[in-house]
């Protein structure tokens, strides 16, 4: 009660003098307290003051002693805010720099030494002679935070650019990053001497970094950018150099009269670091179509093969900013007349710049010119949701051949252009059947309700076009269970003369699932009849229907006769997709685990654990796919168990041998965690692997059985001291509290 009144006064004093205008001699007053919380305050307040401090700067030296983070960071924020002034503070700020730790208890990592070095590089003049000093300390954290200050110090830090240029070729990745990027602050104080490293003896790792403080100068590097340019061409350079230069001239040089060719031809050359760099840059040249598009067009149209795909690929990273190069691509695809690969997704990329040039194109096709593998469709199957309103204007264009491929983007864009599903029904009316058959196949994906789509099926499967009639089926199969009420009518066309529509009744009945039950019985009487590619699709309908599919089991078990395995691989997935109704066809299953196709034995697996989970000899069937010879197998089983949880347990010895094969072990860490193993001998040995994630399992595993495992508290006790990683310790600290709980 004592120590809540003591708070509760400390709080009504910081309110009282909140409001009150304090001078910086108080709050510096404040730093002495014995209370946290006061001096946090005072220290926060004083961080605010600006120059206002001058007069409390030894006090705001103690301050950074401060175990409170807070008040460190609130005294060497206000140190720093007096820039010169601080000079008193140079050295115990050298202290701090030179003291600093990566995991320090009471300071932020590597903020706290980019905080430092922000505070010293504000002194400015006074500072530099110690921190070029300091760039060669043995301690990686003084080099890299004195290379940091530097970059603080403005122009008075001239005296260290030799030093930070060695520093550019250090072990440590940080040092190297903070003298790159101070030298890069100097600007025209360092473009000389970086120059100089790029033209010199000096290691690889120097170069690169010298390149890359260059560009980062950007215009500012202009003075090196002969040297940039002829690294960048010069063939006999190490490619790692060559590169850094190629990515840099891209920053330093904006003119792309100079810089195109440097980059172009470094594009088309050899090596794979050399093109990706200088492709990194090509996509930043500005303007796009002023300067880029026009040298890569001719480029474009001299290619072939894989040459043109690069250059058609760069093109389609360019996007909407690539739109010039929209009448070339269009001009090459009609005289290809075939959707080559390169130039069609080139051509989408460009978005609402390349739509109007393919409706164009369409504008001037009879609708039956343009087949399914047409260029045009292809690009409008490629386009973002950009240019739904350009596609939506397009369904009331006169030539059919627009409308059609307005709705071939549509249909491809789905969610996205529920803007459109407004205007898909009436075009189920197109006097034209390619609109119509389009028309169905974009209704649902953009959003048109399933009932409006019901209610129009008998037009659909009545119109005198067959293609029409099967794009009314695959339209209604995209609706899913919402399609129930069009089951009667979807299995009046399981009987159609036509093997594409039968099929697409098939597929949309098993989209329905088990709200189309009543298509069982004569889904069961085609299996007979059908291909073997038919059948499996019959099968997986029957699957997706689910229990009531149990009725057709005689009929679905003759199919396992089948020479084909993936007939017999689906119908042991339908008799799975039955769950407990699947009973019947368990011998079929169990014999499913000895075939020859390891997809069928796989499947196998899952069948048997969904239809039969209780069952005595289940866990021993799935314990023995453990040892298939086939990893896909062996996987199956993992998961199987993993669904089985604690009923898998008689699989514990097994999985634990698991764990020290590399293939099987994330399986079976993932299954030993489901089944919650007991044995604590296995766990314990477990718990010396050379895994990770197996240890961290096995002390979890431990947690779980509690004062069962207290054989294993001297085990863990040594992780949570010795382990490397802080997932092993916790869990090793979570079972040695469960275990002393006895919980």
Known sequence: MRATIAGLLVWAWLIGVSGAQRTPAEYAADLESTDPRIRREAAYQLSRLGQDVREVVPQLIRALNDDEQQVWFGAITALTHLGAEAEPALEPLLQDLEGWQPFRRNRQGSQALYRTAVALGAIGEAAVPSLVERLGDRRWHVRAGAAMALGFAGDSARPGVPGLVVLLGDDRAEVREAATETLARMGSLAVGSLAEALEGGAAVTRRVAAADALGRMGPEGMPAVGVLRLLAMSVATEEEVRAAALRSLGRVDRDPATLLPVLMEAWRGEGETIRAAAKERLLLVRPVDRALVLALLPELEAATGADRGRVAGLIAELGPAARGAGPTLVRMLRQED??????????????????????????????NRVSEDHWTLAVLRRV?????????????????????????????LGEDARSAAGRVPALMDDAEPAVRARAWLAAARCGVAPAAMVERLDAGLG??????????????????????????????????????????????????????????????QSLALVPAGDRVETLVALGRIGRASASAMPEIMETLKAPEPEVRRAAIEAI?????????????????????????????????VAVDAAGEETVARVTESLEDEVTGVRRAAGTALVRLEQRGRPAQDRLFAMLDSAADRGLAVEALRAIHPTSVPALMRALEHGDWTVREMAADGLARLGREANEAMAALERALREDPYEEVKRASRRALRRIREGS
């Open 338 to 367: 075939r959707a080559d690969e390169g130039l069609v997704t080139a051509l989408a990329g460009l978005g609402v710049g390349g739509v109007p040039l393919v409706l164009e194109a369409l504008a001037g096709m009879p609708v």
């Open 576 to 608: 799975g997709r039955m769950q407990e109704a699947g009973q019947p066809g368990l011998p079929q299953v169990l014999l499913g685990l000895k075939d020859g196709d390891p997809r069928v034995r796989a499947t196998a697996v899952e069948a048997l």
């Open 463 to 524: 119109d005198a076009d067959l293609g029409v009639r099967r794009a009314a089926v695959a339209g209604i199969a995209e609706l899913g269970a919402a399609a129930a009420p069009a089951v009667p009518q979807l299995v009046d066309k399981l009987g159609a003369d036509d093997a594409a529509l039968r099929g697409a009744a098939v597929r949309a009945l098993g989209a329905v699932g088990p709200g189309a039950a009543v298509a069982v019985s004569p889904l069961a």
């Open 384 to 412: 973002d949701r950009t240019v739904v309103g350009r596609l939506e204007e397009a369904l009331g264009h006169e030539v059919a051949s627009v409308r059609m491929g307005a709705l071939e983007g549509l249909a491809a």
